[in-house]
């Protein structure tokens, strides 16, 4: 029994060790709540983009990177969100179209209350960095903070202009 002991000690140890814990706190809102989105329903976001780069004094002309894909967004419990990115096309300036990017389709979840993004992302430990990079920045996209002046995400604090409209009451 002893040396069933230490055993059920060490797989406990190695699962714990194995299983990323995430949690997402939500903060306390003062005022109205702007955003709302119902329990149960997916939003569906199409994505487009567009990096144009140039090289001062270069002969070759200007490159490109487009993007397009499909973003999934669920609600969860409380302030927390799914995002599933799906039909991701990358097409670069030599008109080669890149599919099936490694990890892309592993959802990440993110904090979102009242138009805000949080800080902090639930990733799987075997998302790659592109892949998340992509998802960082389409999660950027939905912030919509009609309070401040400025926004912070990650790209830096910039000066912001924002405005919603209610449509349908929601």
Known sequence: TFQLGILAQVLFILYTNSEEICTLQCQELDGIRNLQFRDGVTYTY???SKIQMSIPNSNKGDSYTRLKASALVTPRKDCSFTLQV????IKGDNSHTYHNLKHVEKPITFQYQNGVIG???CTDSEDSIV???IKRAMVSLLQVDSK???QTDIFGTCPTISSYENHDGH
Do not use: G, R, V
């Not at 799906?86 to 096309?89: G, I, K, M, S, V």
């Open 46 to 48: 199409n994505f487009q």
């Open 148 to 150: 401040h002046q400025e």
């Open 131 to 133: 892949s998340l990079n």
């Open 86 to 89: 799906e039909n991701l096309e």
């Open 119 to 121: 800080s902090d992302l």
